[in-house]
């Protein structure tokens, strides 16, 4: 028997994204589970904010792709903590994916004094590479959100209200994938994926057969529970 159960989000996330009807709870009390925060797309929608997905270990949100528009409050809605999370891992770089992470990091300091992992996609002739965006986004001196300096590691007074990011850059072109997190029996690997002309990841988590047994998972699977419309 295979003793590492597989997750390809990728595949998961397709299949998942079809469900919008859920109630408004965290996943606290399912061993492992899979919840979406957003799943719809740049289109304005009154019933779905846009794309992002937590991955829960027990009672912990330990893994965050994406944060689109409106995932912000679906964060919250979900009883989730920066504080636990081990990565955010972002897909690509268009606004559906990625616009409600300034409002994420925000005073993020106050809930998280270890630096955050952070990993997205390396660049091409349409899209920054992740740490250039990241760059434009909160340098202190000539970003656009100045006050979230702290998070690259400004120094300034009035750039201080951001938990350090610990930023990495996959190479989306790579034909292998890359691994971007391997701690306490999880292991994340990313790997580039067509998507129009713009660099993409698709994220595949792997997890020990030995931590499932410690967070009661054993053979019940993968659960999930979307977080509820507005």
Request: hydrophobic share 40%.
């Amino acid at each position: 028997m295979n003793r590492r159960t597989i997750f390809s989000w990728f595949a998961m996330l397709v299949v998942l994204s079809s469900s919008i009807n859920a109630s408004a709870q965290s996943c606290v009390g399912n061993p492992v589970s899979v919840q979406i925060l957003g799943s719809g797309g740049p289109a304005i929608n009154p019933f779905r904010s846009s794309t992002s997905y937590l991955l829960w270990v027990g009672d912990q949100a330990r893994i965050l792709v994406d944060m689109g528009g409106g995932a912000f409050h679906r964060f919250g809605q979900a009883q989730a903590k920066l504080s636990d999370l081990s990565v955010v891992a972002i897909s690509h770089l268009h606004p559906d994916h990625v616009s409600d992470l300034p409002a994420l990091l925000w005073l993020s300091n106050r809930d998280r004094q270890k630096p955050l992992p952070i990993v997205g996609p390396s660049g091409n002739n349409v899209a920054p590479s992740f740490s250039t965006f990241l760059n434009r986004l909160f340098d202190e001196e000539n970003g656009a959100f100045q006050v979230l300096g702290s998070t690259l590691g400004g120094t300034q007074a009035y750039a201080g209200t951001g938990v350090r990011l610990d930023v990495g850059v996959v190479d989306a072109t790579k034909a292998e994938p890359s691994t971007v997190l391997d701690r306490e029996g999880v292991t994340v690997t990313a790997l580039g994926i067509p998507h129009g002309n713009i660099p993409t990841l698709a994220y595949r988590v792997q997890m020990s057969r030995d931590n499932l047994d410690e967070n009661g998972g054993g053979n019940q699977g993968l659960k999930r529970r979307p977080v509820a419309k507005s």
